[in-house]
């Protein structure tokens, strides 16, 4: 087995208690939203939304709220469950090589007959497969859900927007891992994470309200996972293709760095 | 072939200069003393051992490689035990020593046996562990795979005596099985009886290297005697650092004590002592650049 491997299933074995937590608060975050759309959802949901400014309810995701695979992108892709995944990618991604670094923690692993990019590897490979994993739990939750409530939701669009959801959560995570892998400093890649979803969130909104201002959603990282509405229409080949983009570059750009620099210091 | 070869090494960080020319050789096979105050350059020079940390100038080489250029194969054969110790808590110790020696390929069969002879208990996670016992652990990974050279950071902090003991004659058995052993301590005396060879490093430099008999010799050994009456003149010629209260005298005496002996014979003495000074009284003259 390679090293990075090697250095990725430690990783995973390490953190899995803490993985269990996460599946769960992701399966409630479907099970607190979508049971609730039958009962108070479409026309008297849009009629709420309608009532709202409409840059208002633009800005927010709910100009798409009154069908149910809007009602479900607007609360569990697009928010809550988007940033749960966030919160973790970020702070995973920051921590397991920056934070590790600053606490020390890294010295062994570096001083091990491992090169410095199959850590870099092995940990990058670790944040992708937790993603995944809990992605996977959010879809199951969904599908399930949706099912029971019996809501007009294709499985097919359920799986395009989690494939979306966890690039554009697992890119944004592997931009904090670099960024703490280039600086060795945790609390830099948790901003520079952040600051990407976040922006990318005000960018795409700003986008929308404002015509000359359209382009900024070919540049925000949440305009690639949302933009093109995959619970509806399915997979966007032009957004997974920039989020791949994004997530490989970041890797990349993460595992250079940290060959060229004093640890620890 | 040198097990460490250090040659005018200066490391830089955040405007301070660490190392400021640090000129070093360690033989194969011997277990060699690095002391020096916090601070001195002790763990910038172990760390520049193991790649985390680039020289700014000079060079240096373990097992006769360059250890950036030596890469996974070079520290496959090291050990290293770092002076400020983390491990990852939520792992039992049997873990985190196995995950070790996967990633090594060997050395898996020596856990047992060294958690035992240390006792260390295996099954309980690392943050249930008192620092000493973590730093069982850190010793554990450091030396379990036979290593050609184990790079120890201050090894015995945050053991007790007893444990020290038994570390230091771990420490031989890893050399009598050919082991170099590079160990850094500020407690002096504990690598009086282990090491071959002492460097003593201040402020970035090597001020003295030495056999631990050589420093003996040049450090001398210590006088206290006492007189059935004042001092008389001439008593305390040959000697350094003197002092004379009223009947009592103290000094240093370098060289063979006979002349010494046979002029104190000839003297009114009521009390004499006559004793090694320890690596503690050499350092510190170290330390004032008279050694």
């Known amino acids: 087995m390679s090293a990075a491997l090697r250095e990725a299933r430690w990783q995973i074995r390490r953190a899995r208690r803490g993985l269990v937590g996460w599946a769960v608060a992701l399966a409630a975050v479907a099970g607190v939203y979508i049971p609730f759309y039958p009962a108070i959802g479409g026309d008297q949901l849009q009629g709420m939304v309608d009532a709202l400014p409409p840059e208002l309810s633009q800005a927010l995701g709910y100009d798409r709220i009154g069908s149910a695979a809007g009602f479900v992108t607007s609360t569990v892709y697009g928010l809550l469950g988007m940033a749960l995944l966030l919160v973790l990618a970020v702070g995973t991604g920051a921590r397991t090589v920056a934070g590790e670094e600053e606490s020390g923690l890294l010295e062994l692993s570096v001083a091990a007959p491992v090169r410095r990019t199959a850590l870099v590897d092995g940990r990058a490979l670790a944040l992708v497969l937790r993603t995944a994993m809990l992605v996977l739990v959010l879809f199951a939750a969904s599908a399930a859900l949706v099912r029971v409530s019996d809501m007009d939701v294709a499985v097919g669009g359920l799986a395009a927007g989690s494939l979306q959801l966890w690039l554009f959560t697992t890119a944004v995570g592997l931009v904090a891992l670099a960024v703490g892998a280039a600086t060795g400093r945790r609390v830099v890649g948790v901003a520079v994470g952040a600051g990407l979803a976040v922006g990318g969130y005000v960018a795409d909104a700003i986008a929308g309200l404002v015509p000359d201002a359209a382009w900024l959603a070919d540049v925000s990282p949440y305009a690639w996972f949302l933009g093109g509405d995959p619970l509806v229409a399915g997979v966007d080949p032009g957004g997974v293709l920039r989020l791949v983009a994004l997530g490989a570059v970041a890797w990349l750009t993460g595992r250079t760095l940290i060959g060229r620099r004093d640890l620890g210091v | ?291």
């Open chain 2, 1 to 291: 072939m040198t097990a460490i070869a250090l040659d005018g090494l200066v490391k830089d960080y955040d405007g301070t200069r660490a190392l400021d020319g640090v000129d070093l050789e360690v033989a194969p096979g011997e277990v060699f003393g690095f002391i020096g105050p916090n601070g001195a350059g002790k763990t910038t020079t172990m760390r520049i051992l193991v790649d985390l940390l680039r020289p700014t100038a000079g060079t240096a080489r373990v097992l006769g490689e360059e250890p950036r250029a030596g890469g996974p194969a070079l520290r496959a054969r090291l050990g290293y035990l770092p002076g400020e110790l983390v491990l990852d808590e939520r792992a039992t110790a049997r873990e985190l020593l196995a995950h070790v020696a996967t990633v090594r390929g060997r050395g898996a069969e020596r856990i047992a046996p060294l958690a035992e002879r240390f006792d260390l208990d295996l099954d309980r996670r690392i943050g249930e562990l008192s620092k000493g016992n973590k730093q069982k652990v850190g010793l554990v990974q450091a030396v379990m795979h036979r290593p050609e050279l184990a790079l120890l950071d201050e090894p015995t902090s945050g053991l007790d005596p007893l444990l020290q003991r038994e570390f230091l004659a771990l420490v031989r058995e890893e050399r009598d099985a050919g082991t170099t052993v590079f160990l850094s301590s500020h407690v002096l005396s504990e690598l009086e009886d282990v090491a071959d060879r002492v460097a003593l490093i201040r402020e970035g430099r090597i001020a003295v290297v030495d056999d631990v008999a050589g420093l003996r010799a040049a450090a001398g050994q210590r006088l206290d005697v006492e007189f059935e009456g004042a001092v008389s003149a001439g008593a305390m010629d040959g000697l350094d650092e003197v002092r004379i209260d009223g009947a009592r005298a103290s000094g240093v005496w370098r060289g063979a004590p006979t002349p010494l002996l046979a002029r104190l014979a000839g003297l009114p003495v009521r009390h004499v002592t006559l004793r090694d000074r320890n690596l503690e009284e050499i350092v510190l003259d170290a330390y004032r650049g008279d050694a």
